[in-house]
């Protein structure tokens, strides 16, 4: 008998996670990248940068967008490549971001890889909220993908992993 609950119990969570899962809208960033939202995504363009956000009922929110460095910064894919691996860049990067964000303070730049393509992680704690912004980057060519979870303070958020989790090559 105990068996047979356990397997009931088994399939049922299986079938709410599949469920869960499948119901997150897959939007395309760019020819290269697609992340998954866990509703429909607002779109907004500023300085000619298409960012999506979505803001949960807990007030998690997710948004990703794709910056073309060549046209932003005059960084072509070959220019890119000479620096993109060097600490000291990723440094002076999370150091622009952190200016935007007066009110958080960030930890150190991780350099690391998402499938081939050099990525970088971070995260910052708001000094008024306690809330957390974890922040990837991700380089493909002369793109540079910022994906970001801000997640309120004291709350556990599975849907961070998930949402990072879902970056996908666009095939």
């Known amino acids: 008998m105990k068996k047979q609950h356990f397997l009931l119990l088994l399939i049922a969570f299986v079938y709410?996670?599949?469920?869960?899962?499948?119901?997150w809208v897959t939007k395309k960033l760019s020819t290269n990248l697609s992340v998954k939202f866990p509703s429909e995504p607002q779109v907004s363009t500023k300085n000619g940068l298409e960012s999506y956000t979505v803001k949960e009922k807990d007030s998690t929110a997710f948004s990703a967008s794709s910056i073309d460095l060549e046209q932003t910064a005059r960084l072509d894919s070959a220019?890119?490549?000479?620096?993109?691996?060097?600490?000291?860049?990723?440094?002076?990067?999370?150091?622009?971001?952190a200016a935007q964000k007066k009110n958080y303070t960030f930890g150190n730049v991780t350099i690391g890889k998402?499938?081939?393509?050099?990525?970088?992680?971070?995260?910052g704690i708001d000094s008024a909220t306690k809330n957390t912004l974890f922040?990837?980057?991700?380089?493909?060519?002369?793109?540079?993908?910022?994906?970001?979870?801000?997640?309120?303070?004291?709350?556990?958020?599975?849907?961070k992993e998930l949402f990072f989790s879902s970056i996908e090559l666009v095939k």
């Open 79 to 97: 220019a890119l490549a000479a620096m993109k691996d060097n600490q000291g860049f990723a440094d002076n990067l999370a150091k622009s971001m």
């Open 114 to 123: 998402w499938k081939t393509y050099t990525s970088y992680s971070m995260s």
């Open 16 to 23: 709410v996670n599949a469920n869960a899962q499948t119901s």
């Open 135 to 159: 922040v990837q980057m991700i380089f493909i060519g002369s793109k540079m993908y910022v994906l970001s979870c801000r997640v309120p303070d004291q709350l556990a958020s599975k849907n």
